[in-house]
């Protein structure tokens, strides 16, 4: 192992820790918490808790400050920038968003700077007033269920269960949710919508596949006001190979008679800045008005001026692709570091397997069951603290303790590089703990 621990073995003739006698476990074992006692020395700090830019990242961009220097710059097509005003977002903000997320400007609503705040005021106002098709608001309904694909991402499952909503776990395939699985549960009329974070899923990295966008699309739900949460955040996110090109879900839903079934969020969290972005939401015309209606009532606007910030700086699809090849040349020799590494100390002891992804912004990684908690408490003990086991499932629940998501964006890479070594460390003592030294 780079620089930490390596186990001696002949690397074309390693044994897997199940086929390993008692003895060779036990050796193996303590070579492993020698190194660890080592680890706790040495007093690390290491974040890999969450998917965020680095510094470097977010140097690189920033001279979008730059983009409005005169007076002038703040008159656009008639509109004084810095005033109240244009709730939905301004005309050229909405047709960047559109460009980039292959619907039309008239779809598409343009807010602050987390996508997150939108998802929130939609299930807010379908609980408090209904929403599009709604028999009666959601907070009249004896009880409101939501699928929820697992493992995905938490922040998502904490909003539905602080409605109050009953969580469904529907497990991910390597093509997206189990489409038999859904279709199954959208019968009961209490399951009133779905979340899908449909490119490069958070954490497995899965892209849909287009008969499971199809599928999804022209679903008949047995609630007239089901709903797909479409969180596409990282739908430009490749760092390695090129643009992946994926289906409009808006026109994909529109021609299988489902418009107003759909909500798709998106925003510049990884494009430009998490902290001074601009989000978007795009979907049917009587959905954005309907959104607007009770949204009117929080905010008069938003900021204009970051959004004509967003509009000077990435211009459009085609522009923004070339940024995102920026970033790209920061992620990927992260991620090349976790997988080496992985591969190299972990593939052939048979005690884990992990995602592959071209894209996003995470590794996810399936431990031996009744492990994953067990690693991370070992990680954290030594300096690396990572996203709680369990977090990756409705109600932070993981039923097997299996998964975890690795998140290496953050660190500079010879952190990165050291803390996967702690990581890889911490995995193998879990596994033969588990299979008893």
């Known amino acids: 192992m780079t620089g930490i621990y390596f186990s001696g073995k002949d690397e074309k003739n390693v044994t897997s820790y199940q086929n390993m006698t008692q003895t060779e476990r036990q050796e193996e074992y303590a070579k492993l918490q020698a190194v660890y006692e080592s680890l706790k020395t040495q007093g690390l700090q290491l974040d890999m808790t969450r998917g965020k830019p680095c510094k470097e990242q977010l140097d690189l961009v920033s001279d979008i400050f730059d983009m409005l220097k005169e007076p002038e710059d703040y008159m656009v097509d008639g509109i004084d920038i810095r005033n109240y005003g244009h709730l939905s977002g301004l005309p050229e903000a909405k047709r960047l968003f559109a ?229 790209a040349s920061v992620m990927a020799p992260k991620f090349q570091a976790v997988l080496a590494t992985l591969e190299r100390e972990i593939a052939d002891l048979e005690i884990a397997h992990w995602s592959k992804p071209k894209g996003g912004y995470f590794v996810s990684l399936y431990a031996m069951e009744g492990t994953a908690k067990r690693t991370l408490a070992l990680c954290k003990e030594a300096g690396v603290a990572m996203t709680a086991a369990g977090a990756t499932y409705p109600y932070g629940i993981d039923p097997k303790d299996s998964n975890i998501r690795i998140a290496p964006s953050y660190p500079p890479v010879e952190e990165v590089v050291k803390a996967i070594d702690v990581f890889c460390v911490c995995l193998k003592m879990a596994a033969l703990e588990k299979l008893g030294v």
Not at 174 to 187: F, H, Q, R, Y
Not at 193 to 221: F, L, Q
Not at 284 to 290: A, F, P, R, V
Not at 310 to 317: A, F, K, P, S, T
């Open 99 to 327: 460009n980039i997320l292959n619907c039309k400007p008239k779809q598409v609503f343009v807010g602050g700077n987390a996508s997150l705040q939108l998802m929130y005021g939609v299930l807010d106002n379908a609980f408090l007033h209904g929403r599009t098709h709604s028999p009666r608001p959601w907070c009249k309904e004896p009880v409101v269920k939501w699928l929820c694909p697992a493992p995905g991402y938490d922040r998502h499952f904490k909003m539905t269960q602080a409605f109050g909503f009953e969580l469904i776990t529907i497990p991910m395939t390597s093509t997206g949710p189990d489409m038999d699985a859904v279709e199954e549960a959208i019968k009961d009329p209490a399951v009133k919508g779905i979340w899908c974070v449909p490119k490069y899923s958070n954490p497995d990295g899965v892209v849909y596949s287009m008969e499971t966008v199809v599928r999804m699309a022209s679903m008949k739900p047995a609630a007239p006001d089901f709903t797909i949460m479409w969180d596409n955040a990282y739908c430009i996110h490749e760092f390695e190979g090129e643009d992946v090109e994926f289906p409009d879900i808006l026109h994909q839903c529109k021609k299988y008679d489902n418009y107003d079934m759909v909500y798709e969020f998106a925003s510049t969290s990884k494009i430009t800045f998490p902290g001074d972005g601009v989000a978007c939401m795009a979907t049917s015309e009587g959905n954005l008005k309907d959104f607007e209606k009770w949204i009117g009532l929080q905010t008069i606007s938003y900021d204009k001026v970051n959004q004509q910030r967003h509009v000077l700086y990435l211009q459009n699809r085609a522009h923004t692709l070339k940024l995102m090849k920026k970033h």
